[in-house]
C-alpha cells in the first residue's frame, strides 16, 4: 500500500524558511513522480512542485520559483521542500503525494493528471504552513 506523510509545517514571519518532509513508503521511487501540493482556505488546491524519480527532473509553479526547492533523498524514499523567502499568500495546507509515471510522461504532466482527479485522489495529512506578514 502506498503511504505518504508530510511534515514539517509551522507557523513563520514573512521572509521566513520551511522544510517540509514527505516520508514514502510502498512504492519504488524511481518509477513515480513525488509532488507537493498546498490549498488555501477557499481555493483550490494547486501543485506547487514535483520531482521524477526517473531522472530528477523538477517542475515549479511559476509563484514559487526562486524561491522553493524540491529534492529528493532516494535512499529513503523522502522528498524535502525547502521553502525561502515565505510570503502570506504561501500560507495553506501542503500535502504531498505520488503517482506512478511508468509511461515517462513526466513531472508537470503528472501533476496535472493528480489534479484531473483531485476528488477522488487518495490524499493524505497535510501539513499547515502560515505566513504571517
Known amino acids: 500500500e502506498v503511504q505518504l506523510q508530510a511534515s514539517g509545517g509551522g507557523e513563520v514571519q514573512a521572509g521566513g524558511s520551511l522544510r517540509l518532509s514527505c516520508d514514502g513508503f510502498?512504492?519504488?521511487?524511481?518509477?513515480?513522480?513525488i509532488a507537493w501540493f498546498r490549498q488555501a482556505p477557499g481555493k483550490e488546491r494547486e501543485g506547487v512542485a514535483c520531482i521524477s524519480g526517473a531522472d530528477g527532473a523538477t517542475y515549479y509553479q511559476d509563484s514559487v520559483k526562486g524561491r522553493f526547492t524540491i529534492s529528493s533523498d532516494t535512499g529513503k524514499t523522502t522528498v524535502y521542500l525547502q521553502m525561502n523567502n515565505l510570503k502570506p499568500e504561501d500560507t495553506a495546507v501542503y500535502y504531498c503525494?505520488?503517482?506512478?509515471?511508468?509511461?515517462?510522461?513526466?513531472?508537470?504532466?503528472?501533476?496535472?493528471?493528480?489534479?484531473?482527479?483531485?476528488?477522488?485522489?487518495?490524499w493524505g495529512q497535510g501539513t499547515l504552513v502560515t505566513v504571517s506578514s
Open positions: 503525494a505520488t503517482k506512478s509515471d511508468s509511461g515517462g510522461a513526466g513531472c508537470h504532466f503528472t501533476v496535472a493528471a493528480i489534479l484531473l482527479e483531485d476528488a477522488t485522489f487518495p
Open positions: 510502498g512504492f519504488t521511487f524511481g518509477d513515480h513522480v
